[in-house]
DNA sequence: ATGACGATTTACT
DNA sequence: GTAAATCGTCATA
């Protein structure tokens, strides 16, 4: 039973929301809250403030271009809202979510979010990385890789349902507010060797926000 | 079996 | 600004 005091259950994303293309989607993140569950319950989250869309077959940038289809690059095919975390430079990892249809390998990376709940947490998670004091807020999940490492992400979370998952969704938050955002778009970061895909302007990010990367 | 590379981050000059 | 860290993944053989 809910006490008469406390708020009302936010809405989790559910399939419709995660069943566009990837740059409407990347789009509809922008604002939105991810949450992690640890297991011992507590409950990480932030604002997504930055992501980037990546289109498939067809995008050179993308692990699926070709339609190459691998054990890790499974979810990018999966149902709309499967998660797929990669694990990169020896030492990292990044977190996207399907988009488009089943079969379909489109995906949108999450890039940057405002830390909301569970900073203390955050913070000795990702304390670890650096030699130096306490990190600002704004330096927790400023980037692919810190995001994963903020949240305490990995691939063993690759391939789950969000629409599902009790340990990594996404909830829709009122956002009267958005209209009021003006949204940036740029080239993808780290995608130069992907030729004139590279240029191509898939990267979506709140103007002025302070926890966007490469401030 | 082997080698090249990476949707990054950090430290250092 | 540049370089190092570090290893899973994938293509080739």
Known sequence: MRSPTAAPAA??????????????????????????????????????????????????????????????????????????????????????IS???EGEPVAVLIRALEPIEGVERMR????????????????????????CQALAIDRTLSGLDMTRSEVLFVERIRRRSLSEWQLVNTPRIGVDGAGAWAHRLLRWYIRGHPCVSRR
């Open 99 to 101: 988009a488009g249809r």
């Open 11 to 96: 809405a989790r994303a559910d399939r419709r929301f995660f069943a566009t293309d990837a740059e409407t989607l990347a789009r509809r993140l922008l604002g939105q809250r991810l949450v992690r569950v640890l297991e011992d319950g507590t409950r990480l989250a932030g604002v997504i403030v930055e992501t980037e869309a990546y289109l498939g077959e067809r995008d050179a940038a993308a692990h699926s271009y070709g339609g190459r289809r691998t054990p890790r690059t499974e979810p990018m095919f999966g149902p709309p809202g499967t998660s797929y975390v990669y694990f990169t430079y020896g030492m990292h990892h990044c977190m996207n």
């Open 124 to 147: 000795a998670l990702r304390a670890g990385a650096t030699s130096e004091k306490p990190l600002a807020v704004q330096a927790l999940a400023n980037g692919p890789g810190r995001l």
